[in-house]
Every structure is written in C-alpha cells, then in structure tokens.
C-alpha cells in the first residue's frame, strides 16, 4: 500500500513539472520528467522519499534536485545510454521514449542511492541572469538618487551573483558592468527601459547554509547540474562565471540568513551608501518562522533608515501561488512612500526575458 500511495504522489507530482516545463518551451526537460514517471518506480527508496516528503514538493524543488542529479550522473559518463541521449539534447528535442525509458530506468535503478544524496541536499543553484533584474532596479535607484550601493545577498550559494560589476550586461538596450567581461548577460526586454542612472558596487557579500567552493570541481560540477540539459547559452555562461569567481572570489559566509542579515544591518551605515538587500529563488527553501524573521527585521532596520543612508529589497522570486516569477522592490528612506512594495518586474524562471514595469508602478503591499 505504502509503494502505491508513493507511486500515486510522485507520478502526479512529475507530471505536473513536465507541464510547467512543456510552457517554457523546454520539451527536452518534460520528456525526461514524463520517462520518470513511468520509471521511477525502479527506484522505489526515491518513491518513498517523495511520498513521505514533509510539506510541498515544489517549493522545497524536490523534482529539480532529482533532475540534477540525474543530470549529473548523466555527464559523468558511467550510464553510455544516457549521456548519449543528454549530449544530443536541446531544449526543443523530444527523445524517443524507446530510447530513453530503458536508459533512465537502469540508471535509476544502479544509482539510487546517489540520487537519495541529491535529494537530501539543498538546491544550488547560480544563474546569473537574474541579474538583470537587480540591475534595472539599481538603474533607476541611481537615477532619482546617486550612491553606491552595500550588496547583501541571502542564499548566494558560490557567490557567483556578487560579481554583478565585472559581467556585461545589456538591460533593455543598455550597457551595464564591463563590456569586456566574458560573462554576457542580455535577456529579451519587454516593456521600456529603466532609466540610465549608474550601477556603482562599493562592495558586495552574500550568506549560505551550505555555500559552494568555487575552486572545488566537484562544486562546480554541481552548478553545472542544475542546469537543464541542452541549455548551451546558460552553460557556457556559467563556465565564464566560474573562470572569473576563481580570479575574483566572492565572499560568502556560511550561516542561516537571518542570524547572518541581523549582523549586517547592524553594523553602522556610511552616509551616502545604499544598502541592499537581493534574493533570487531563495525564500521557497526557507522556513517559514526565518522568513518572517527576515520581514520583521527588515522592516525595523527601515524605520531607521534615511535619505542619505537608504535600505532596499529587492526580491526575484516566485508569487505566492506559483504562477510567475516577480521582482519585488522594497525602499525604505524616510520619505512618505518609505516602506512600500512595488512590482518592479515579471520575468522568466531562468531570466531568458524581463516585462520591465519600474519602481513608480503601483505599490502592491506594505513593506
């Protein structure tokens, strides 16, 4: 009864992510997750994990985490099926299945216990893409008021995010960062441009549970994992970040995030700087007494806050009911709007594109 029970909710859970998959256009991805589920049940540890999971499967990204470990298995070469079927991917491939169940199959019968590790560590993930997004918003903060700005990031994993000032990034047709970086960053720009205001990084640090060692290969093997197979661009752009964080390496502290960020905001503030904090695909893994932890304390330091010695958040995350991913900005400088929200953006889960909507659009919440 209990392998039914795990069968029933895996299934319907990996059908479910092939679904999201096949709207982004990634049908290489949902083929793979439609195979898993009529063959995860060679692996039956793996169904009982999922079936006994405690809380949602799609906030904790169980599924992602099994299809990076699937991944990177695959590119490890011990399964010849399957990685020939991976290296052959695109986004738009659709294998075939006469070909694929039996690969999958075997190898998630002979690495089953490989893929219960992946299952039990967190998500690490470092698409730095999503910078375009903390950018826009720097963009147009720089252009009401000039200052350079104190990076926070909660959950950097191996930090690749906080070196935003040595990418090139195009944001809505306009150059940000180095131009002779060899990490591009330039998502399809929906709606107007963000005002041309500077983006000036006086220093940037980031916290995680478990972060990433970037001069470790085995933990840059893990980034590459978690990227869907046949996504070439986000690969090769990821080879570039890693390259440049083993030159330039980011700092990032090993705690939970709010006990880490209580220790930031309380440090002194130089005047004239402009503390922000930024989080991507992060607050879905945390628990819930840390998040509101995390708002509360936000939401004090705030108070304090002022227009020469400025706090912002900005948020790339998923809405509450997981039907887009949003960029949420925060700003606290003890003017009338201090404290409100704004949706400053709608974006793609990976940041292939931006629906920039800026900061003057209606506030959507308190802060």
Known sequence: MTHLRSASRAEKHLLLEAAKAHSFGKHFVAALLESMARTLRHAPALVRMVEDWPGDLASAGVIFRLNAGLHAIARSGRFPALQSIYLAANAATVPDPLHLDPALALALHDAEDELLLWLTRPTQTNEVARLAGLAAVLMELSAGCDMPCRLL??????GLNLNLALYDLSVGGLQVGD?????HIAPRWLGLAPPPGPVRIADARGVDLSPLDIARPEDAERLHAYIWPGEQERTQRLQAAIALARQHRPM???????EWLTRQLGAPQAAGERRVVFHSMVLQYLPDAERFMIDRLMATCGSRASRDRPLVRIGLEWNEGRTAVEVRVTQWDGEPHSGRTNLAARCHPYAEWFEWLGLEAAGVSPG
């Open 179 to 183: 131009p002779a970086s060899d990490v």
């Open 153 to 158: 990031e909660l959950g950097s994993s191996a």
């Open 252 to 258: 990032v502290d090993r705690a939970s995030a709010a």
